[in-house]
């Protein structure tokens, strides 16, 4: 019989995948452009190719967050986007 627990923890990433998604979380306060990714992946020692499908494939678990601010987009961990949310609401409010 399998545990609730271990099914709902268990994430199963791919090793690259696995990389990003902890050093988002390492960055909580930094939302990164999709052209910082070649960067990312270079210090990861990643694929840029497949970094950037990683980019897409956790934002799509809903494991990471995405944001489009004009034409540039930007991902982070789910407390970078909450974060800027929050800042980019403050800023409408004050206009």
Not at 32 to 53: C, M, Y
Not at 66 to 89: P, T
Request: a positive charge.
């Amino acid at each position: 019989m399998t545990k609730i627990f271990t099914l709902v923890g268990e994430t199963n990433l791919p090793p690259s995948q696995e990389k990003i998604l902890e050093f988002l979380k390492l960055h909580p306060y930094d939302v990164f452009a999709i052209k910082e990714v070649n960067e990312i992946a270079q210090t990861l020692g990643v694929n840029k190719n497949n970094a950037i499908w990683c980019f897409w494939a956790l934002e799509k678990k809903h494991l990471i967050g995405k944001r489009r601010l004009g034409r540039n987009v930007y991902y982070g961990s789910l407390e970078a986007i909450n974060q800027l949310d929050r800042e980019l609401r403050k800023r409408e409010e004050r206009q």
